[in-house]
């Protein structure tokens, strides 16, 4: 079972000039979505966003076939809910700064500055995945039309034990029996995987996650296994997300004014 990630293994991005029926923008614009779809493909090897990345994975590990999967974690029409309400960091946020905490969290590295090339590449993607849709705005959270569904069960009812099961039949031959990681699959726990500020060290986000995504085409955990695998991954170390650690230098981050929720 290929789980939580991508890498390399995985079959990499076209160089696409059409996507959901759009067309690749002309110019220098249409230069800037490149590059940022292949970002988004190979950000931890990519020499514009490497620097940023703190562990072994990338945006495509969550957000599939380049952000175009159409239910896990889509890029697709992604852009039209901001500027956003963010509970978590209690202020208003645009689509640069949920890209840009992705770098600090989910790959454990120093958030690119507002405005850099990287920034400007990934984002100009991203917005390019939604053109021709109308504007959302959202005021509850920073969620777009196909963003995952949560869980219709209770999370509470996670069982370590049976995920640790469901794991080793369905899991371990990709991403070893220590959540190491392999040629085929990325760690899932452990330094080179997300830290416990990502989403995905919530169960029930990672099992809503891992319900429509895994194994990759050809989904078929139940919302019960895909909480109990969750459970099993999360109760395992992993990085500890300290916010300071994970910003630039001041005259490199333009401004970042989130603020953290009480623990």
């Known amino acids: 079972m290929l789980f939580v990630f991508a890498l390399s293994t995985w079959a990499e991005s076209p160089k696409q000039t059409e996507t959901s029926g759009r067309s690749m923008p002309q110019g220098p614009l249409g230069d800037v979505v490149r590059l940022g779809q292949t970002i988004v493909n190979e950000t931890g090897t990519h020499p514009l966003s490497k620097s940023y990345v703190g562990n072994a994975l990338s945006c495509r590990s969550c957000h599939l076939n380049g952000g175009t999967h159409p239910k896990a974690a889509s890029f697709l029409n992604i852009a039209t809910p901001?500027?956003?309400?963010?509970?978590?960091?209690?202020?208003?946020?645009?689509?640069?700064?949920?890209?840009?905490?992705?770098?600090?969290?989910?790959?454990?590295?120093?958030?690119?500055?507002?405005?850099?090339?990287?920034?400007?590449?990934?984002?100009?993607?991203?917005?390019?995945l939604s053109k021709g849709e109308a504007m959302g705005m959202n005021p509850s959270r920073p969620l777009g039309p196909n963003h995952v569904q949560p869980l219709t069960i209770d999370p509470s009812t996670a069982d370590r034990e049976r995920g640790e099961t469901l794991y080793a039949d369905h899991c371990a031959h990709c991403h070893g029996d220590a959540g190491e990681g392999s040629d085929d699959g990325p760690p899932v726990w452990g330094d080179e995987s997300y830290n416990d500020g990502a989403g995905l060290a919530r169960n029930a986000k990672l099992a809503s996650w891992l319900k429509v995504a895994m194994p990759l085409d050809d989904p078929y955990l139940t919302e019960q296994q895909s909480l109990d695998v969750a459970a099993y991954i999360n109760s395992h170390s992993r990085p500890k997300f300290i916010l300071e650690e994970h910003l630039p230098t001041p005259d490199r981050m333009g401004e970042y004014n989130g603020q953290e929720p009480p623990k």
């Open 82 to 128: 901001y500027p956003a309400w963010s509970p978590r960091e209690q202020r208003v946020i645009t689509l640069e700064d949920r890209a840009l905490n992705c770098f600090m969290r989910s790959m454990n590295g120093t958030r690119p500055p507002n405005g850099s090339e990287v920034s400007v590449a990934i984002t100009t993607y991203i917005t390019w």
